[in-house]
């Protein structure tokens, strides 16, 4: 089983549309989790953490479920510029007290007029 | 300044070929991170580097050799690659490898490899 575990997709919706992505992760110590998107042949940048309380930037909003091990993204009124591939990242404790990232392989997003 | 800068942007080597690439930060971050990444493929962690000390090596092939000269600067040196090494090598810098400052990590726009 996969660390982390996302849909591939891809969803291709119109513009305007609310659009969610699912992520589930199999480490029960997993300690912080995030959202990460990337366009195609660009890198990854860090699009928002998820917190247990649930957090809201705009037009996104993510929900962290630790019992279920489940965390969400939703997108509201999709633009053309979300089009990307949204990468579901959770940390895991290293030895030595070192964190590092596990990336989920990437649900693709494709909005169109 | 919240950039991370790679070099080279492309780099084609052949199998017996040594090549090194290259990444910077100026954020005062003290971690900083060499992943590679496959067509279509999530990014896979091969070191990381805690106040210029190597923290973690992820069983990377002894072919690929990290080296972190100061706290702005990561190379990742390189001999005797095989054709499947092939890929995207990106570096990420973040405040610090624990807690969690190790989820917000900054990425350079990574060097594309292609070994003949």
């Known amino acids: 089983r996969k660390e982390v575990e996302q849909d591939p997709g891809p969803f291709n919706v119109p513009e305007g549309a609310t659009v969610a992505f699912n992520c589930t992760y199999s480490?029960?110590?997993?300690?912080?989790f995030f959202w990460y998107r990337q366009d195609c042949r660009k890198e990854p940048k860090l699009l928002m953490s998820v917190y247990s309380s649930g957090n809201e930037d705009g037009r996104f909003t993510a929900q962290l479920n630790r019992a279920s091990q489940y965390i969400s993204l939703l997108i509201r009124d999709s633009k053309l510029s979300d089009s990307a591939t949204y990468l579901c990242v959770v940390t895991v404790l290293f030895s030595g007290g070192y964190n590092k990232l596990i990336f989920g392989a990437g649900t693709r997003l494709a909005v169109h007029p | 300044d919240t950039e991370v800068t790679q070099t080279p942007k492309h780099l084609v080597m052949g199998m017996t070929n040594k090549k090194s690439l290259k990444c910077e930060q100026h954020m005062g971050h003290r971690a900083m991170y060499w992943y590679k990444q496959k067509a279509k493929k999530p990014p896979e962690l091969m070191f990381v580097?805690?106040?210029?000390?190597?923290?973690i090596n992820e069983s990377v092939p002894s072919r690929f050799s990290p080296e972190c000269p100061n706290s702005s600067l990561l190379n990742l040196h390189l001999h005797a690659l095989q054709p499947e090494d092939s890929a995207l090598y990106l570096c990420?810098?973040?405040?610090?490898?624990?807690?969690?400052?190790?989820?917000?990590?900054?990425f350079g726009p990574g060097t594309r490899l292609t070994v003949t």
């Open positions: 990420a810098s973040s405040q610090d490898a624990s807690g969690i400052d190790v989820g917000e990590q900054y």
């Open positions: 480490n029960s110590a997993s300690q912080s």
């Open positions: 580097y805690s106040y210029e000390k190597l923290s």
